[in-house]
């Protein structure tokens, strides 16, 4: 490489450069009282939207803000000229697009800025995955900078797909309490009409080295599991739970999560939402009206109803704080998984795996919220986005045509039945579906921990309905530690594998998928379990334990324990309860009590420390929403208590330096 190859140009009119322009004809829409009273900025925005290209006369209009997380370049004729990080924001423009010209029929001038996002799968086993979950603070924070600086918007969308850059859409939104917004989920990916999935096809590398899949097979699999250029994935993981949460939440339009994207439906689904934020605009229904203590308790009630992703138990909180709800606690995921019967038949733990798109077809939120309205288990009288009340949502969607085309057009097309797909509460339970989360507790974890627990394979449970595993800890210091002993068959059948340091001071609190996905396809993994204290991808089953607190470089029990302890775990199925339980070993079994007070003595392990590649922006993300509350609280940023502790951080360094000098 040389200058010269770098400027050899060889077409010479690039050198016909201009410096000035006729700029935009007309006259800009000015009053005597607008300019005399008007900041600058007003004026001057006005200045720029002519330049930019905007009719002159209409830029009175009302100013609505469209944000997404659109990423990659799509060309018009849907070429990809530059990929993005996944297909969740590939096709969002698309979307944009469709409600930018529906804002402007409403009279309406739109404007469009985007904070992309990552990619989980992507990141999954790298460094990459350091930066994932405080991406969604730091993305929520940019979102809401960006509204507040057009300070003339009188609406702001959202549009937004996937696991990280949705959630922080719905935080940024759920903070604009007195404005009308609106969430477009993003939709789903194709299932190939030949091949694996988006979650299965991610461990072909384990079942290579496990001689369980052939290298041609890998590698065609491999390249077909996205089989559209747009969508969250297939499976109902974090992507499809929180497309589900927004429109649970009564911030998505009836019937909007989960759309197969770049679908004529999907894309009318932005229309509709622009019309409806208008509407909401003009009746004066902002959202501190819509998303309330009631809301959040039928968004998770209907993450239970699902079988929704564990990702949701950090998400829904830090979106019930950014609106000024009552932050959900372990108590209230309890008690409404008790309650709640898990209705939906999806991947990854099915009965049956069907793909996010047949959920769609099958009726998707509503119909699953036809079936808990008999139950009496929502409060319908709650606002949404489409201006009605949910109860009046759901009148509509039971005699609507769009819920028969629908759910005739999967039986004509998959022959695939919707109602067994959404299920009645006595369907479910005929066909063995029990709710989905439980919350165990114990000495290794006081502060609580997460399992899926009705994706532990029924064939390790007992005839009573509790699963029980009692079994030597193996101890794993990272991720790359564990995986690298899965696939060196140093794992097996029994073992407890115990992952430590990957909490928001390890790792930022990485997703271990790699791990679970591994067990889960390896012959023997559903007789292997998983405690960490790290989280999960949406797509993860069996008997991996995650969340674990407090987390072990914060001094949790975790962090004591030793290869060759003996571990109890118990998960009742039908009570939800469970325990994870340091029992001493097999020569000198403990009580939990005296076991518990033995790793109080012990020092945290050897060698445990935070990733020496953890970014100082993650460093500085995990000590933030450790004041905050930490995991349990949704990893926000609570203003007033990390003041608070500054403040007091503040006056103990100046008495120091006060003693100091008067020494």
């Known amino acids: ?147 507040r600086s057009l300070p003339t918007r009188k609406v702001v969308m959202g549009i937004a797909t996937c696991d990280k850059g949705l959630p922080a859409m719905m935080m940024a939104l759920s903070s604009m309490h007195d404005f009308p917004t609106v969430l477009v989920p993003g939709g789903a990916t194709l299932q190939p009409v030949k091949g694996e999935d988006a979650g299965t096809v991610q461990t072909i590398g384990v079942r290579f080295a496990s001689n369980e899949i052939s ?109 000024n709800c009552r932050v959900p606690t372990v108590d209230d995921w309890a008690a409404v998984n ?30 699953v919220m036809l079936r808990l309205r008999e139950l009496g288990l929502l409060h319908e009288d709650v606002m949404t986005v489409t201006g009605d009340t949910l109860g009046a949502n759901l009148d509509w969607w039971e005699k609507s045509a769009r819920r028969q085309k629908c759910r005739e057009r999967l039986e004509s097309l998959d022959g695939i039945n919707p109602d067994d797909v959404i299920m009645t509460p006595t369907k479910a339970k005929e066909r063995g579906l029990t709710s989905t989360v439980t919350f165990p507790v114990g000495n290794i974890a006081p502060e609580g921990s997460v399992v899926k627990s009705t994706a532990i394979d029924p064939t390790v449970i007992d005839e009573d309905g509790v699963f029980r595993h009692t079994g030597k800890a193996k101890v794993f210091i990272s991720e790359t530690s564990a995986i690298a002993a899965i696939k060196n068959k140093k794992i097996q059948s029994g073992d407890i594998m115990i992952v430590m340091g990957g909490g928001p001071k390890g790792t930022g609190m990485e ?38 607190g407090p987390e072990a470089l914060a001094g949790g029990p975790l962090g004591k324990l030793r290869d060759g302890d003996l571990i109890e775990i118990i998960v009742d199925g039908n009570q939800f309860e469970g325990s994870l339980n340091f029992i001493g070993t097999e020569e000198n079994r403990l009580s939990y009590d005296e076991a518990a007070e033995v790793l109080k003595k012990r020092e945290i392990h050897l060698g445990l420390q935070p990733n020496p590649a953890l970014p100082d922006d993650t460093k500085l993300w995990a000590e933030l929403q450790s004041i905050s509350g930490g995991i349990w609280r949704g990893c926000v940023y609570d203003v007033d208590k990390i003041i608070e502790v500054i403040e007091a951080g503040k006056k103990v360094l100046a008495d120091q330096k006060s003693k100091q000098r008067n020494r």
């Open 511 to 548: 997703e271990t998928y790699q791990l679970t996905s591994a067990l889960k396809k390896l012959s023997f993994g559903k007789h292997v379990s998983l405690i960490t204290d790290a989280r999960f991808s949406g797509v993860s089953t069996g008997a991996c334990f995650g969340h674990v």
């Open 1 to 147: 490489m040389s200058m010269n190859s770098i400027y050899d140009v060889k077409d010479v009119s690039l050198y016909d450069i201009f410096t000035h322009a006729e700029g935009p004809k007309g006259k800009l829409p000015f009053t005597e009282e607008f300019l005399r009273k008007s900041p600058s900025g007003h004026i001057f925005g006005m200045t720029l939207n002519a330049g930019m290209g905007w009719n002159p006369e209409r830029l009175n209009d009302d100013d609505v803000l469209i944000l997404s997380t659109q990423g990659g370049i799509r060309g018009e004729d849907g070429s990809t000229i530059a990929v993005g990080l996944h297909t969740g924001h590939f096709e969002l423009g698309l979307q944009m697009r469709a409600a930018a010209d529906e804002l402007a029929r409403h009279g309406a001038i739109p404007y469009a800025a985007c904070v992309t996002d990552p990619c989980d799968g992507r990141s999954q086993g790298t460094t990459g995955m350091f930066d994932s979950l405080p991406y969604r603070n730091d993305a929520a924070i940019v979102l809401r900078r960006l509204a």
């Open 338 to 367: 008790k309650k709640v019967p898990r209705l939906v038949s999806v991947m990854p733990i099915g009965p049956v795996n069907y793909p996010t798109v047949s959920v769609f077809l099958a009726g998707g939120v509503p119909e």
């Open 215 to 323: 290298f041609d097979e890998a590698a065609r699999v491999g390249c077909s599991a996205c089989a559209s250029a747009g969508g969250g994935c297939q499976f109902f993981g974090t992507a499809g739970t929180s497309q589900v949460i927004a429109e649970s939440l009564g911030l998505a339009i009836t019937h909007s999560a989960l759309a197969p994207s770049g679908q004529p439906i999907w894309e009318e689904i932005a229309r509709q939402s622009a019309r409806a934020v208008m509407e909401l605009k003009e009746k004066g229904i902002t959202t501190k009206d819509i998303i309330t203590d009631k809301a959040i308790e039928n968004a998770m009630v209907l993450h239970a109803a699902f079988g929704g992703s564990t990702n949701l138990l950090l998400h829904l909180p830090a979106i019930a704080f950014s609106a």
